[in-house]
């Protein structure tokens, strides 16, 4: 079975600084998507930022990026000059790609990491 | 609507009393979650529906709660004679069945038992 693991429950960064959130997973599949989600206090779930592990180019969605490494099944989360706004919890998650012996595709989930901005 | 609809936002019961929840996917979302989340923690998982295959409803905590949806439309979370311990946000999800899309979250039902 999958696991997400995400190893820091809190970091705090200053404002306009840079801050990288950390995920590993485990899996014994090829193809698979990995998701960041934000849960900002509001607690709407809103996603981030998406990656296929077919891709080798790491996905970038303005100033949040992240560092995917298959081999070591690592899924870090780079947040460049950070901002208030950017207050919440952040998630990280694994799903499944299709496979023909397989009908199992939900969401597997990290515990988390609240991040913090100090103005 | 365009986004996944939960209904009631907050609900205050009385210890002892069942409660339901309700949950309005995106239409044509064939897969739905419901998770339960303590303040500050983690999405605790309770139950998965994909499809017409059975759910999977191993992460239900006890035999007091159930979950219910008819084909892919609206489903129902029912908590039986409900505990203290019940007491957290309820949050459902909806997404299309396989593939790179993400998961549509629904603003969440707070439960208060008292």
């Known amino acids: 079975a999958q696991t997400v693991t995400q190893s820091q429950p809190e970091m705090s960064v200053q404002e306009a600084e840079t801050v990288t959130l950390s995920c590993t997973y485990d899996?014994?599949?090829?193809?698979?998507?990995l998701f960041w989600y934000k849960q900002p206090p509001s607690r709407q779930m809103i996603l981030v930022i998406r990656?296929?592990?077919?891709k080798q180019q790491n996905a970038t969605e303005n100033r949040f990026s992240v560092n995917f490494q298959k081999a070591a099944k690592s899924f870090s989360l780079k947040i460049s000059d950070s901002q208030l706004g950017d207050a919440a919890m952040y998630f990280c998650?694994?799903?499944?790609?299709?496979?023909?012996?397989?009908?199992?595709?939900?969401?597997?989930w990290g515990a988390g990491t609240k991040l913090i901005i100090k103005p | 609507g365009a986004g996944v609809s939960q209904s009631p936002s907050n609900k205050v019961t009385e210890k002892g009393k069942d409660v339901e929840l309700r949950c309005d996917p995106i239409?044509?979302?064939?897969?739905l979650y419901w998770y339960r989340q303590r303040l500050g923690q983690g999405l605790e998982f309770l139950i998965y529906?994909?499809?017409?295959?059975?759910?999977?409803k191993s992460g239900l905590p006890s035999d007091r709660f159930s979950a219910e949806r008819t084909g892919e439309s609206v489903s129902t979370l029912t908590i039986q004679r409900t505990q203290q311990e019940d007491s957290a946000v309820y949050l459902c999800?909806?997404?299309?069945?396989?593939?790179?899309?993400?998961?549509?979250f629904g603003q969440g039902t707070r439960l208060t038992v008292v």
């Open positions: 998650a694994y799903r499944s790609a299709w496979r023909s012996d397989s009908s199992n595709y939900q969401l597997i």
């Open positions: 899996t014994s599949e090829s193809d698979y998507y």
């Open positions: 990656q296929e592990a077919y």
């Open positions: 239409s044509g979302h064939t897969a």
């Open positions: 529906f994909q499809g017409n295959s059975a759910p999977d």
């Open positions: 999800a909806s997404s299309l069945l396989w593939g790179n899309t993400e998961a549509f």
